[in-house]
């Protein structure tokens, strides 16, 4: 599977399994990984709950799985004593009345959390990406605008990079103008359509 998100209320706790009752519940596969839908008091299981989405067993993620492969893996790591990572349903927001969505409810608090950390990252490329999963989340409108603004911000810083660039390429093939007129004209253009002053373009 994928890495699971870096994300608050993910934990680390070993699985009980008992003869005859296994782990005592039922898992619903979602592309998080397994979703806790029911717990029984035998053998219990303490630090999990319904809600609970588990990402992990024995360091095989089940992030990212179809739900076949998804089951089949946590099936191929399931025994007592276990290692599994699971990320609390009630961090994540899950509807405990409606757990068919918490597949979505998961998607939801993923992307937020790398919507965040991808503003505070300032790379671009990383923030369209981060947008683009927001969307797809059904991210409130709030937090998807102040991402595109941020987006905006650091589009705009490279674009004025861009044009300093420009300007350096400009200025130098001014300096050989009479030796590479086709040069000084082209990075005059270029200049020009990326969006440079025009009192920076009449002094060269």
Do not use: N
């Not at 993620?61 to 009630?90: N, P, Q, R, Y």
């Not at 605008?145 to 001014?174: N, Y």
């Amino acid at each position: 599977g994928k890495p699971i998100p870096a994300v608050p209320g993910i934990s680390r706790m070993q699985l009980r399994v008992v003869d005859k009752h296994g782990a005592g519940m039922v898992l619903q596969p979602t592309k998080w990984g397994m979703v806790i839908e029911e717990i029984e008091p035998v053998p219990g299981q303490p630090l999990l709950a319904v809600g609970d989405t588990v990402l992990e067993v024995d360091k095989r993620s089940l992030c990212g799985l179809e739900e076949d492969m998804c089951e089949d893996t946590f099936g191929a790591g399931f025994k007592h004593g276990v290692w599994i990572s699971a990320l609390s349903g009630k961090e994540a927001g899950v509807d405990l009345k409606d757990l068919d969505s918490a597949e979505y409810a998961v998607s939801r608090f993923v992307s937020r959390h790398a919507l965040e950390h991808a503003k505070k990252a300032d790379d671009e490329i990383t923030l369209r990406e981060a947008l683009a999963e927001a969307k797809a989340a059904g991210l409130e409108a709030a937090t998807v605008a102040a991402g595109e603004a941020k987006l905006r911000t650091l589009a705009a810083g490279r674009e004025l990079t861009d044009a300093g660039v420009l300007v350096a390429a400009l200025e130098m093939a001014g300096v050989a103008q009479e030796e590479d007129e086709a040069t000084f004209r082209a990075a005059y253009e270029e200049a020009k359509e990326a969006g440079v002053d025009s009192r920076q373009l009449s002094q060269a």
